[in-house]
């Protein structure tokens, strides 16, 4: 048998593990030379884990053979390192792209990226010993006594349970977060945004770090409570009162020298961190022997050091709850003193940007440092319940001796009855001193206890600040997010977080500061709970964490525990801290932050629009719930924005509108892109909602019949398509006139309504900036750029008549005008010349004209016309020429415009036919009848019965006019208009003629008119006839709305 060229070596059963840890062992496996390998005398020195070549030769790199990129680390990088693997372009060879892309897409770099500048910590100098410093704070050596007194031991482990409990969920759900790609600066911050969006993140994040800020004035007043202790056992009245003075100046100056040490630098700040952890740890170790030791002498047996003893630890394990510390205490409120303690497994996440490996560093730094600290605590809280009593007199005559033999100690308890005890767990926050075998050693332990916690507080605070500023979420921080220094330090960040902090050190005492930011950690360890329990159960592809011990619901259940414990530590605490956090997700919310980091909560939306998507399609169609679904053939939207702003008028908010973009030449994916992205960008400054879509490659017939068949989905589909009316039929070639004809066929075919706008001034403007419409309106400079209209889209001359100058006073009608309007017979109106003034002001607009680079010019007047949909309308009418039932889509569209606060002035009066001259009265109730069951709100409606008569000898000539390009023998014989047709639809035709001269009577000063669309019916109707109809019966009119519904009903009398 042949032998195999290439060999691949096996996988041995104890190799057969996890992938990720498979991968873990590959990554930490030292790198060795083939060379070395020879040395050695191997006679493979490759891998068991590559496939290799028996008889391999290198020649030539990979690169110089392919333009294909291997899987490297760097091209999935989001940053400036990151390289850039060959686009699909590229590889495909799409002719599309230009010699200028390719070069740019060849421009890859080929070393390694730089690695970044600063000092990286590890898991034990960079999470252990912070967590450790952080959890070990003020209450180690002056509350955990006092904790005892009141809960007794037995509550007091539950308490140190139920924060463990909520600590170590908690610290589980952050590991998983951590671990599920890359932890930059910002800790907290970072986690929640990355995780559940800006809106949570920010929140969490700024009262995270005040939480933080004042964690460290605690501290810090801890400290100063300790060094007053020291003075007066000293015999020293201190610097002013030894009290709460001496606390805020000493305060002052330590919240200072913390703030530069900080400053100075991580590998400073860490020095700093290793020589207190060994006091801190030597402290503990001192009072534990010291207990064991036992007391020794009878001065401190009076003051409450007895020992460890059978009887003391069975007096102190019940709770006691007294009045202390200027209330009546229970388990909660000692509870709420305590949980400050443990509140610093997210030390190592806030400086994750300094971390050479966060996601595998702060699961096991973390995990480590709180089992640690818990056993701690539990110890501690054994040794002072069982070695030192809850009251003490502190005087030795209150002892029993016998032969110079201490017999009984409990005379000491007794002060309780007398007036007060000055000594014991109740009253002395100084017993540990007492109980340690070195009594100095335990203040230096609480020296480094809280100054090493307000040092963690104050270098995680202004790191997490410049995270916030870098994000821009809130644009106050972004002054104290400047960084300084070749390691970006955010000096501005220290000053911030020094003010918030001495402003709560004024306060200066330790009790009253504890409890309030309880709760601001517990909220911010309940979003991490929710955050993990959120992506967990949405479960998007992204999510992978390496760390696996967690649970979604046991996520959840840490989340509801936090929120539970708030609210019985303190609800009025509670819901301050829910209205904070309220207002600040509202400010995010509002500001629209434009950022994307793939959060959850963008893969929840996903999901939901897409099982609602689902469940719509599952549901039938109902008449009470129909809304217009718009498809606007308008090219690029920022060229026909009265299109669109009409559109929008119609949707809002509460239904689908689609602007579609036909291009007829083939578009690369990154010019198609280019087109939609920017399309989206000026529908969202012009807050339209909107979405945007391109086709290229396609004739407009072709691209617009591809649209309304495959646009949206399921039930999120258009049924109406709106297009602008072709002002240049008849001057375009024959086969343009044709695709624009074709369109309707192709609409009504496919059951789509249509709707078709003309307005005066023509549309096609290019791409107007807001800025210069202002300056049309309200006389702000500036030449006002427009582009030359594109040759694919066939409807691209829209007609804008200019809106009335005299608004009327809005009319509104009971129910009962409903049915009592007046009917009478239309009769033409003789046409009112304008009189000088409005002629001079008529040219004075004329006068005012923006020309762009390209030479096109525009009217002051003209540009005001594109805006007519988007302006407020302060009265007139709306005219609703009710010809013919489609379903009632006429009569709907026009009622939703008038709803719109902009148009809320414009009066809707109605025009209908009457069929029977004879029956009038019973038309015109019927109709009212009609509109009134609707609930349709109108000022006048008005009866047609003349519609049958012979136009007027100047209508026909114009008529004549309009069409005589398409019946003279000179003209295309493909677009004539045969004299069959013209005498085969001479009545319809009269019919349109007539309607101009009504509408011409009726509707001149009207602010918008809406008419039924003729319906174009096929192999009937000739495309040069069908549109010199709608130029007669639309010329020289306010800007005017065809309307032809599928004839499927969209209103209902039914409940």
């Given at each position: 048998?042949?032998?195999?060229r290439f060999a691949i070596s096996s996988v041995e059963s104890e190799s057969k593990k996890n992938g990720i840890h498979m991968g873990a062992s590959i990554i930490s496996r030292p790198l060795r030379s083939s060379v070395e390998a020879a040395e050695r005398g191997e006679a493979n020195g490759q891998s068991e884990t590559w496939l290799h070549d028996a008889g391999w030769r290198r020649k030539r790199s990979l690169a110089q053979l392919?333009?294909?990129?291997?899987?490297?680390?760097?091209?999935?990088?989001?940053?400036?390192?990151?390289?850039?693997?060959?686009?699909?372009?590229?590889?495909?060879?799409?002719?599309?792209?230009?010699?200028?892309?390719?070069?740019?897409?060849?421009?890859?770099?080929?070393?390694?990226?730089?690695?970044?500048?600063?000092?990286?910590?590890?898991?034990?100098?960079?999470?252990?010993?912070?967590?450790?410093?952080?959890?070990?704070?003020?209450?180690?050596?002056?509350?955990?006594?006092?904790?005892?007194?009141?809960?007794?031991?037995?509550?007091?482990?539950?308490?140190?349970?139920?924060?463990?409990?909520?600590?170590?969920?908690?610290?589980?759900?952050?590991?998983?977060?951590?671990?599920?790609?890359?932890?930059?600066?910002?800790?907290?911050?970072?986690?929640?945004?990355?995780?559940?969006?800006?809106?949570?993140?920010?929140?969490?994040?700024?009262?995270?770090?005040?939480?933080?800020?004042?964690?460290?004035?605690?501290?810090?007043?801890?400290?100063?409570?300790?060094?007053?202790?020291?003075?007066?056992?000293?015999?020293?009245?201190?610097?002013?009162?030894?009290?709460?003075?001496?606390?805020?100046?000493?305060?002052?100056?330590?919240?200072?020298?913390?703030?530069?040490?900080?400053?100075?630098?991580?590998?400073?700040?860490?020095?700093?961190?290793?020589?207190?952890?060994?006091?801190?740890?030597?402290?503990?170790?001192?009072?534990?022997?010291?207990?064991?030791?036992?007391?020794?002498?009878?001065?401190?047996?009076?003051?409450?050091?007895?020992?460890?003893?059978?009887?003391?630890?069975?007096?102190?394990?019940?709770?006691?709850?007294?009045?202390?510390?200027?209330?009546?205490?229970?388990?909660?409120?000692?509870?709420?003193?305590?949980?400050?303690?443990?509140?610093?497994?997210?030390?190592?996440?806030?400086?994750?940007?300094?971390?050479?490996?966060?996601?595998?560093?702060?699961?096991?730094?973390?995990?480590?440092?709180?089992?640690?600290?818990?056993?701690?605590?539990?110890?501690?809280?054994?040794?002072?319940?069982?070695?030192?009593?809850?009251?003490?007199?502190?005087?030795?005559?209150?002892?029993?001796?016998?032969?110079?033999?201490?017999?009984?100690?409990?005379?000491?308890?007794?002060?309780?009855?007398?007036?007060?005890?000055?000594?014991?767990?109740?009253?002395?926050?100084?017993?540990?001193?007492?109980?340690?075998?070195?009594?100095?050693?335990?203040?230096?332990?609480?020296?480094?206890?809280?100054?090493?916690?307000?040092?963690?507080?104050?270098?995680?605070?202004?790191?997490?600040?410049?995270?916030?500023?870098?994000?821009?979420?809130?644009?106050?921080?972004?002054?104290?997010?400047?960084?300084?220094?070749?390691?970006?330090?955010?000096?501005?960040?220290?000053?911030?977080?020094?003010?918030?902090?001495?402003?709560?050190?004024?306060?200066?005492?330790?009790?009253?500061?504890?409890?309030?930011?309880?709760?601001?950690?517990?909220?911010?360890?309940?979003?991490?709970?929710?955050?993990?329990?959120?992506?967990?159960?949405?479960?998007?592809?992204?999510?992978?964490?390496?760390?696996?011990?967690?649970?979604?619901?046991?996520?959840?259940?840490?989340?509801?525990?936090?929120?539970?414990?708030?609210?019985?530590?303190?609800?009025?605490?509670?819901?301050?801290?829910?209205?904070?956090?309220?207002?600040?997700?509202?400010?995010?919310?509002?500001?629209?932050?434009?950022?994307?980091?793939?959060?959850?909560?963008?893969?929840?939306?996903?999901?939901?629009?897409?099982?609602?998507?689902?469940?719509?399609?599952?549901?039938?169609?109902?008449?009470?719930?129909?809304?217009?679904?718009?498809?606007?053939?308008?090219?690029?939207?920022?060229?026909?924005?009265?299109?669109?702003?009409?559109?929008?008028?119609?949707?809002?908010?509460?239904?689908?509108?689609?602007?579609?973009?036909?291009?007829?030449?083939?578009?690369?994916?990154?010019?198609?892109?280019?087109?939609?992205?920017?399309?989206?960008?000026?529908?969202?400054?012009?807050?339209?909602?909107?979405?945007?879509?391109?086709?290229?490659?396609?004739?407009?017939?072709?691209?617009?019949?591809?649209?309304?068949?495959?646009?949206?989905?399921?039930?999120?589909?258009?049924?109406?398509?709106?297009?602008?009316?072709?002002?240049?039929?008849?001057?375009?070639?024959?086969?343009?006139?044709?695709?624009?004809?074709?369109?309707?066929?192709?609409?009504?075919?496919?059951?789509?309504?249509?709707?078709?706008?003309?307005?005066?001034?023509?549309?096609?403007?290019?791409?107007?900036?807001?800025?210069?419409?202002?300056?049309?309106?309200?006389?702000?400079?500036?030449?006002?750029?427009?582009?030359?209209?594109?040759?694919?889209?066939?409807?691209?001359?829209?007609?804008?008549?200019?809106?009335?100058?005299?608004?009327?006073?809005?009319?509104?009608?009971?129910?009962?005008?409903?049915?009592?309007?007046?009917?009478?017979?239309?009769?033409?109106?003789?046409?009112?010349?304008?009189?000088?003034?409005?002629?001079?002001?008529?040219?004075?607009?004329?006068?005012?004209?923006?020309?762009?680079?390209?030479?096109?010019?525009?009217?002051?007047?003209?540009?005001?016309?594109?805006?007519?949909?988007?302006?407020?309308?302060?009265?007139?009418?709306?005219?609703?020429?009710?010809?013919?039932?489609?379903?009632?889509?006429?009569?709907?569209?026009?009622?939703?415009?008038?709803?719109?606060?902009?148009?809320?002035?414009?009066?809707?009066?109605?025009?209908?036919?009457a069929n029977r001259r004879h029956e009038l009265e019973l038309e015109e109730r019927n109709m009212a009848n009609l509109l009134s069951k609707f609930r349709i709100d109108y000022s006048s409606l008005t009866m047609v019965q003349d519609i049958t008569e012979a136009p007027q000898p100047d209508t026909k000539e114009l008529f004549e006019e309009v069409i005589k390009k398409f019946t003279s023998e000179d003209g295309d014989e493909e677009?004539?208009?045969?004299?069959?047709?013209?005498?085969?639809?001479?009545?319809?035709?009269?019919?349109?003629?007539?309607?101009?001269?009504?509408?011409?009577?009726?509707?001149?000063?009207?602010?918008?008119?809406?008419?039924?669309?003729?319906?174009?019916?096929?192999?009937?109707?000739?495309?040069?006839?069908?549109?010199?109809?709608?130029?007669?019966?639309?010329?020289?009119?306010?800007?005017?709305?065809?309307?032809?519904?599928?004839?499927?009903?969209?209103?209902?009398?039914?409940?």
């Open positions: 048998m042949e032998d195999n392919t333009r294909e990129a291997l899987p490297r680390l760097e091209n999935y990088r989001n940053s400036k390192r990151a390289l850039k693997r060959p686009s699909l372009g590229e590889l495909h060879g799409d002719h599309l792209i230009t010699e200028e892309d390719e070069k740019t897409q060849n421009q890859r770099e080929t070393k390694s990226p730089t690695p970044a500048h600063g000092i990286k910590l590890g898991w034990i100098q960079g999470v252990l010993i912070p967590c450790l410093l952080n959890i070990w704070g003020v209450m180690l050596f002056l509350r955990i006594s006092w904790v005892v007194s009141q809960a007794g031991i037995g509550w007091s482990l539950v308490i140190v349970a139920i924060s463990a409990v909520v600590c170590v969920i908690t610290t589980l759900s952050m590991s998983a977060i951590c671990t599920n790609g890359e932890v930059k600066g910002g800790g907290i911050y970072y986690i929640i945004s990355r995780s559940l969006g800006p809106e949570f993140g920010a929140s969490v994040g700024i009262i995270f770090a005040f939480a933080n800020a004042v964690a460290a004035s605690m501290n810090t007043i801890g400290f100063c409570d300790s060094l007053n202790t020291l003075l007066r056992e000293l015999g020293n009245s201190g610097i002013i009162d030894n009290g709460y003075n001496d606390v805020r100046i000493v305060g002052t100056i330590a919240l200072v020298v913390m703030c530069i040490i900080c400053a100075v630098g991580m590998d400073w700040e860490s020095k700093a961190q290793n020589f207190l952890i060994a006091i801190i740890v030597g402290a503990i170790v001192d009072f534990i022997v010291g207990t064991l030791m036992g007391p020794r002498s009878n001065e401190e047996i009076s003051k409450g050091f007895v020992g460890l003893s059978k009887s003391t630890f069975s007096k102190n394990i019940g709770a006691d709850y007294t009045f202390s510390e200027g209330k009546y205490q229970d388990f909660f409120s000692v509870f709420a003193i305590f949980f400050p303690s443990v509140t610093g497994i997210q030390a190592g996440a806030n400086i994750s940007g300094d971390l050479k490996d966060p996601a595998s560093a702060i699961p096991k730094g973390t995990l480590l440092a709180l089992l640690i600290s818990m056993l701690s605590y539990a110890l501690m809280v054994l040794f002072a319940g069982g070695g030192a009593l809850r009251d003490a007199s502190g005087n030795i005559t209150d002892l029993v001796f016998n032969n110079g033999t201490l017999v009984d100690y409990e005379g000491v308890m007794n002060c309780r009855d007398k007036g007060g005890c000055e000594f014991g767990l109740h009253t002395s926050y100084s017993v540990m001193q007492l109980m340690s075998a070195w009594g100095p050693f335990i203040y230096a332990g609480c020296w480094a206890a809280t100054l090493s916690t307000a040092l963690t507080n104050l270098l995680s605070v202004p790191r997490l600040i410049q995270a916030l500023g870098v994000d821009r979420i809130y644009p106050g921080l972004i002054f104290f997010a400047k960084p300084y220094g070749r390691t970006g330090e955010p000096y501005r960040g220290y000053v911030l977080t020094f003010l918030v902090s001495f402003t709560f050190l004024i306060i200066a005492d330790l009790n009253t500061v504890a409890p309030l930011i309880s709760n601001f950690y517990l909220a911010s360890y309940a979003l991490i709970n929710y955050c993990t329990f959120h992506a967990a159960l949405v479960r998007p592809l992204g999510w992978r964490p390496t760390f696996r011990y967690y649970n979604v619901w046991v996520s959840l259940l840490g989340c509801l525990m936090c929120v539970a414990i708030m609210i019985l530590i303190s609800w009025e605490t509670s819901l301050i801290t829910f209205a904070i956090f309220l207002v600040l997700y509202l400010i995010v919310l509002y500001r629209k932050p434009d950022v994307n980091w793939g959060s959850s909560t963008q893969a929840q939306t996903y999901k939901t629009a897409l099982s609602s998507a689902h469940k719509l399609a599952r549901t039938g169609d109902h008449v009470k719930n129909y809304w217009p679904q718009l498809l606007v053939l308008a090219g690029r939207p920022q060229h026909r924005p009265a299109l669109v702003d009409l559109g929008h008028l119609i949707t809002k908010a509460g239904s689908l509108m689609i602007v579609a973009d036909i291009v007829q030449s083939k578009l690369s994916y990154k010019d198609r892109a280019h087109r939609i992205h920017s399309g989206d960008e000026w529908l969202r400054g012009r807050k339209v909602r909107a979405f945007c879509t391109a086709v290229s490659g396609f004739s407009f017939e072709s691209g617009a019949r591809a649209l309304m068949q495959a646009a949206g989905v399921g039930r999120l589909a258009p049924n109406v398509l709106l297009m602008g009316y072709k002002a240049d039929w008849n001057t375009v070639p024959t086969s343009e006139l044709e695709s624009y004809f074709n369109v309707l066929h192709t609409a009504f075919e496919t059951k789509l309504a249509v709707a078709i706008v003309r307005v005066s001034g023509g549309l096609d403007s290019g791409a107007p900036d807001d800025a210069g419409v202002r300056g049309a309106r309200g006389g702000r400079g500036g030449e006002l750029r427009v582009r030359a209209p594109s040759i694919m889209h066939a409807d691209s001359d829209l007609d804008i008549r200019s809106p009335d100058s005299h608004p009327a006073s809005r009319n509104n009608l009971s129910a009962l005008a409903l049915t009592t309007s007046r009917s009478f017979t239309i009769s033409e109106k003789s046409d009112t010349k304008p009189n000088k003034k409005d002629k001079k002001n008529l040219d004075f607009h004329h006068q005012i004209v923006y020309k762009s680079s390209s030479g096109v010019e525009l009217s002051s007047e003209n540009l005001t016309h594109k805006s007519t949909f988007l302006e407020k309308q302060e009265g007139g009418t709306i005219d609703v020429w009710w010809l013919y039932d489609d379903g009632g889509l006429t009569m709907l569209l026009p009622y939703i415009i008038s709803q719109r606060a902009a148009w809320a002035r414009c009066r809707l009066r109605v025009f209908a036919l677009a004539l208009i045969s004299k069959a047709e013209r005498t085969n639809l001479a009545e319809k035709t009269n019919r349109q003629l007539r309607l101009r001269e009504l509408l011409l009577a009726n509707s001149k000063d009207a602010k918008l008119v809406v008419m039924s669309l003729p319906m174009p019916r096929k192999g009937s109707v000739s495309a040069p006839l069908y549109m010199s109809w709608l130029e007669m019966m639309s010329r020289d009119l306010p800007p005017m709305l065809f309307v032809r519904g599928n004839q499927t009903s969209v209103l209902t009398f039914y409940s």
